[in-house]
């Protein structure tokens, strides 16, 4: 199947390491939602859900960053995940992997590509 693009939101609703946005991805089942944070000026997109169980991460809609704004956190039991490569660095599941999402930026919008 060929790959196409959604748009999820306009670049400046995701703030360098803070506001980020929350998307419904129905291709990976219902009620899956992913979101996009900005981080030394680059997008990355991942999968809501912990790498531990199968929660979202946010502890408010959209808020992913800890409080020193270095690491994305699980709002349940705390794992935090290096927010360039998604990999957690401390928690319950270190070395497990939030799932990436291809994303894209370009003429002041991001875009979600799925196959
Ligand atoms: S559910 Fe996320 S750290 Fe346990």
Not at 19 to 36: A, L, M
Not at 69 to 76: H, P, R
Request: aromatic share 14%; with cysteine.
């Amino acid at each position: 199947m060929a790959e196409f693009e959604r748009v999820v939101c306009a670049s400046e609703e995701v703030q360098e390491r803070g506001k980020s946005v929350k998307f419904p991805i129905p291709e990976f089942g219902e009620r899956k939602n992913g979101f996009v944070v900005r981080y030394n000026g680059r997008i990355y997109g991942y999968v809501n859900q912990c790498a531990h169980v199968p929660v979202e991460l946010d502890w408010n809609e959209g808020d992913f960053f800890d409080i020193t704004n270095q690491f994305l956190i699980c709002a349940t039991h705390g794992a935090q995940y290096n927010p360039e490569t998604g990999y957690c660095v401390l928690g319950p599941c270190k070395g497990k992997r939030l799932m990436p999402l291809k994303m894209k930026e370009h003429d002041g919008k991001i875009y979600l590509y799925l196959n």
